[in-house]
């Protein structure tokens, strides 16, 4: 338990903090989650917003990102070559 009134405000914060990177975390992994499952035009757009928010906010690094847009573009072409 904090002992400074300073330490409880901090608590506080990072409490408030990590319930939201949690909630950003989750909607980006669950765009992700639909668009791998049926990669679709509207679903890869959707999961490419919500890297980029994720990527922006430093929930994720850019670079992985940029990797996973990548993959899901190669995903959507290799089903549309079929």
């Known amino acids: 338990m904090p002992i400074t009134h300073s330490a409880s405000k901090k608590l506080k914060q990072d409490k408030k903090r990590r319930a939201q990177n949690l909630k950003g975390l989750a909607s980006f992994k669950a765009a992700l989650r639909t668009a791998r499952l049926t990669p679709t035009p509207k679903n890869l757009s959707q999961a490419f917003s919500q890297l980029d928010q994720a990527a922006k906010k430093h929930l994720i690094h850019k670079n992985k990102a ?13 089903q549309k070559s079929k």
């Open 66 to 78: 940029a990797r996973l847009k990548s993959k899901l573009s190669s995903k959507l072409k290799d």
